[in-house]
């Protein structure tokens, strides 16, 4: 079955730097751009940072842009979202987000990790 399985959730205080990690197994997972997103409480489920299948190309919301950094294992299944300068705002539930290229029609979600930012 498709998994996506996070980690790396926690509590930092603000400044501090977290890694995300998300290991997919049941797909191909070359053939999928990755992505991460957040919701924090009340708010919409917001895309924070994606990455395509293959290229390289990136997209970051520009809340995190030079914060945070999206990169992929392709040999170890992993997609990873290094977060460096929280702040209380990145408060929010992660979740790892899987889309089959070039289509799109096929996609899967992670369970969510939690992110705390406080002092």
């Known amino acids: 079955q498709v998994q996506l399985v996070e980690s790396g959730g926690g509590l930092v205080q603000p400044g501090g730097s977290l890694r995300l990690s998300c290991v997919a197994s049941?797909?191909?997972?070359?053939?999928?751009?990755m992505s991460w997103y957040r919701q924090a409480p009340g708010k919409e489920r917001e895309l924070v940072a994606a990455?395509?299948?293959?290229?390289?190309?990136?997209n970051y919301a520009d809340y995190v842009k030079g914060r945070f950094t999206i990169s992929r294992d392709n040999a170890k299944n992993t997609v990873y979202l290094q977060m460096n300068s929280l702040n209380p705002e990145d408060t929010a539930v992660y979740y790892c987000?899987?889309?089959?290229?070039?289509?799109?029609?096929?996609?899967?979600w992670g369970q969510g990790t939690q992110v705390t930012v406080s002092s």
């Open positions: 987000h899987a889309k089959r290229m070039p289509w799109g029609w096929t996609d899967y």
């Open positions: 049941g797909f191909t997972f070359s053939n999928y751009a």
């Open positions: 990455l395509a299948n293959v290229g390289g190309s990136t």
